[in-house]
């Protein structure tokens, strides 16, 4: 059951990342940030479309290494604590280059998958 959980945690948690990136503007309300503007690019004067579409990207690049972890994890895999590694490091590198403080939860999340990977939590997964 654990190993489900944590499955489908992996899984779930790389596939917020575009959808938290690609979330539709309402007129009239400011979004919770702005996928256009980056503080890294906009300081090298990078236009806001193509920051928007960096940022979609590795979104994306993100929710694939996630998913393939997870269905590692559920596989039995042995590799599959490399590929969560890969994936919270990108999802930090992300909130990092756009960080905003709506981001924080997920950056505890990407730190915590980083953690229980180097402790080996849960042991029953391993």
Known sequence: MITFLSA??????????PGVWTAPRR???SPPFDPGHSW??????????PVRAIALSI???IAVVYTVA???????STW???????????GLVLKTLWFDPWL???????VGVIVAVACTWPASVY
Request: aromatic share 8%; net charge negative.
């Open 40 to 49: 890294a690019l906009t300081a090298v004067h990078i236009a806001p479309e």
């Open 104 to 110: 924080t939860v997920g950056v505890l999340l990407d």
């Open 27 to 29: 007129p009239g309300e």
């Open 70 to 76: 997870g269905a590692g994890l559920l596989a039995g």
């Open 59 to 61: 979104a994306w690049y």
């Open 80 to 90: 599959w604590p490399t590929a969560a590694l890969v994936g919270a490091a990108g």
């Open 8 to 17: 489908v945690f992996l899984i779930v948690h790389g596939l917020l990342h």
